[in-house]
């Protein structure tokens, strides 16, 4: 199941080093305002399906990768929130 969100993840890490011309991720990666505007939109939407209950999987799948590639591009470490959530463990 955490194997889509891993490889998600390592294409991310490996656009950012390799580029790839015409790349969706590639512009997300290198504007951090489009970034930002997308997941904020993706969020804004995955509400609005679970809300009227059409596309939730859909929408949570867009906010996952919008939010992976946000992170990304603003160089916060998957590995860095994994350790954080471990802390607040109770």
């Not at 080093?17 to 590639?26: A, H």
């Not at 512009?27 to 939109?41: A, H, M, P, Q």
């Amino acid at each position: 199941m955490l194997d889509a969100l891993e490889k998600l993840f390592k294409i991310a890490r490996e656009r950012k080093k390799n580029p790839l011309e015409g790349s969706y991720t590639n512009k997300l990666l290198s504007d951090k305002s489009l970034s930002k505007e997308k997941i904020l939109e993706e969020i804004n939407e995955l509400i609005e399906a679970v809300e009227n209950n059409s596309n939730k999987i859909h929408e949570a799948a867009d906010v996952f990768y919008h939010l992976i590639m946000y992170l990304e591009a603003n160089n916060v470490k998957i590995e860095d929130v994994m350790n954080e959530l471990d802390k607040r463990k109770k």
